[in-house]
């Protein structure tokens, strides 16, 4: 609950103010030396921020003649932008012994000091189940990266990593508890959030572990899927390794109902039927043909390759506009599916990139399958092209 006559500061995600229940909007916020101010000073209101920080923050290198005077100025015109965002009538920001601080006439609750305050409680608590409490609360107050528009400021920046591990550590911990506990609702729901937080973070393997624990296989599965295939699309990058090892550890205990040959048989085929072309499938999935096919290789010596197709410019570059590489990418995936035989492996690897698994094939044609994606793809005077690389599958023994 908000009391009133209180100045509520949310610093995590976009900087907002709000004053007896409404936030004070308008173009007062957009202007960079009030914003800029108001941030650092309300970010520092039990200790005041010095004169000459200050300046160095709000004027930076600047050939400014009188730099006290200028940031005199700064203040006076904050005091007026205060007042006539409707604040009462105060002296809000006020010089003593050269330190600039807030006025104890309105009372300040900032979002961030209130997250370190929590992480500090649970630290000191010993009851596991309050500290489960007071982590989950710090958690659920990170609404996301500190000041996050404004981290190019020097100051901001640091914060925001600061608060970006404190996070990290508060989720971990309150993971822990739960884990002990085997409390996976409350897993799943905590992974759920942080990962809307905080995207492209690999929080996702809370909620795999929380879905593996309840039995929800498929849908273990499914995430995972969506999952890599989200960070090559949007980031070109892999989830990390950590997440990577959860769902194969996870796997491991992964067990189906008993069931009949005939049942188990028809949930294993392909729910389309055989459609034409390469076989389409995700990372997950093409990594572990991948592995199968090595192995295979020991005992059946087929020649195995692998190809990697990259869309480039015509400096030779990868294309780097979105809206266009999207657009190319689903017309090299056509092409690529249908340059290949039914039994190939295709992968969109990331955006503008597509791995396949040639079997049972020779050096010379995948040459052939080169010049079939190009004359599927490449149309006209098309600037947009493709650069292959080809690697023999070698089993590592």
Same mark, same amino acid.
């Given at each position: 609950?908000?009391?009133?006559?209180?100045?509520?500061?949310?610093?995590?995600?976009?900087?907002?103010?709000?004053?007896?229940?409404?936030?004070?909007?308008?173009?007062?916020?957009?202007?960079?030396h009030?914003?800029?101010?108001?941030?650092?000073?309300?970010?520092?209101?039990?200790?005041?921020?010095?004169?000459?920080?200050?300046?160095?923050?709000?004027?930076?290198d600047?050939?400014?003649?009188?730099?006290?005077?200028?940031?005199?100025?700064?203040?006076?015109?904050?005091?007026?932008?205060?007042?006539?965002?409707?604040?009462?009538?105060?002296?809000?920001?006020?010089?003593?012994?050269?330190?600039?601080?807030?006025?104890?006439?309105?009372?300040?609750?900032?979002?961030?000091?209130?997250?370190?305050?929590?992480?500090?409680?649970?630290?000191?608590?010993?009851?596991?189940?309050?500290?489960?409490?007071?982590?989950?609360?710090?958690?659920?107050k990170y609404?996301?990266?500190?000041?996050?528009?404004y981290?190019?400021?020097?100051?901001a920046?640091?914060?925001?990593?600061?608060?970006?591990?404190?996070?990290?550590?508060?989720?971990?911990?309150?993971?822990?508890?739960?884990?002990?506990k085997?409390?996976?609702?409350?897993?799943?729901?905590?992974?759920?959030?942080?990962?809307?937080i905080?995207?492209?973070?690999?929080?996702?393997?809370?909620?795999?572990?929380?879905?593996?624990?309840?039995?929800?296989?498929?849908?273990?599965?499914?995430?995972?899927?969506?999952?890599?295939?989200?960070?090559? +699309?949007?980031?070109?990058?892999?989830?990390?390794?950590?997440?990577?090892?959860?769902?194969?550890?996870?796997?491991?205990?992964?067990?189906?109902?008993?069931a009949?040959?005939?049942?188990?048989? +028809?949930?294993?085929?392909?729910?389309?039927?055989?459609?034409?072309?390469?076989?389409?499938?995700?990372?997950?999935?093409?990594?572990?043909?991948?592995?199968?096919?090595?192995?295979?290789?020991?005992?059946?010596?087929?020649?195995?390759?692998?190809?990697?197709c990259?869309?480039?410019?015509?400096?030779?570059?990868?294309?780097?506009?979105?809206e266009?590489?999207?657009?190319?990418?689903?017309?090299?995936?056509?092409?690529?599916?249908?340059?290949?035989?039914?039994?190939?492996?295709?992968?969109?690897?990331?955006?503008?990139?597509?791995?396949?698994?040639?079997?049972n094939?020779?050096?010379?044609?995948?040459?052939?399958?080169?010049?079939?994606?190009?004359?599927?793809?490449?149309?006209?005077?098309?600037?947009?092209?493709?650069?292959?690389?080809?690697?023999?599958?070698?089993?590592?023994?």
């Amino acid at each position: 609950m908000e009391k009133p006559h209180v100045l509520y500061v949310q610093m995590f995600g976009n900087f907002q103010l709000y004053y007896n229940g409404r936030p004070l909007t308008g173009e007062k916020l957009r202007d960079t030396h009030f914003t800029s101010l108001m941030q650092i000073l309300l970010h520092n209101v039990s200790t005041g921020v010095s004169r000459d920080y200050l300046e160095d923050v709000l004027l930076g290198d600047r050939d400014v003649e009188n730099r006290h005077q200028a940031l005199q100025t700064i203040v006076y015109k904050a005091k007026k932008k205060l007042k006539n965002m409707g604040l009462p009538d105060e002296n809000y920001i006020f010089l003593k012994k050269g330190i600039y601080y807030w006025t104890p006439q309105i009372p300040v609750s900032e979002d961030a000091a209130v997250f370190d305050s929590l992480c500090s409680q649970a630290e000191g608590c010993a009851d596991e189940e309050k500290r489960l409490g007071i982590y989950l609360d710090a958690c659920y107050k990170y609404k996301g990266e500190f000041l996050s528009t404004y981290t190019a400021v020097r100051w901001a920046g640091a914060e925001a990593r600061r608060y970006r591990r404190q996070f990290c550590e508060c989720v971990e911990n309150a993971a822990t508890i739960i884990r002990k506990k085997e409390d996976w609702l409350r897993l799943e729901k905590l992974g759920r959030y942080v990962t809307e937080i905080t995207p492209f973070s690999n929080w996702e393997s809370l909620i795999m572990e929380a879905l593996m624990e309840k039995g929800r296989y498929g849908e273990a599965e499914k995430l995972y899927a969506d999952t890599v295939e989200y960070y090559l +699309r949007e980031q070109g990058v892999y989830p990390s390794a950590k997440l990577l090892e959860t769902m194969e550890r996870l796997g491991s205990q992964m067990r189906h109902s008993y069931a009949v040959l005939d049942q188990i048989q +028809r949930r294993l085929a392909e729910d389309s039927g055989s459609p034409n072309g390469g076989y389409q499938c995700s990372y997950p999935v093409f990594r572990g043909i991948y592995h199968a096919v090595s192995r295979l290789m020991e005992r059946g010596g087929q020649s195995i390759y692998l190809m990697l197709c990259t869309m480039v410019d015509s400096k030779g570059n990868p294309v780097k506009e979105k809206e266009r590489r999207e657009e190319m990418s689903a017309r090299l995936l056509e092409a690529v599916k249908m340059s290949v035989r039914h039994g190939d492996i295709v992968n969109q690897y990331g955006s503008g990139q597509f791995l396949i698994l040639l079997i049972n094939i020779t050096r010379e044609d995948c040459e052939i399958i080169k010049n079939r994606i190009n004359q599927r793809f490449i149309v006209g005077r098309q600037r947009i092209g493709i650069q292959y690389h080809v690697n023999s599958v070698i089993c590592e023994t």
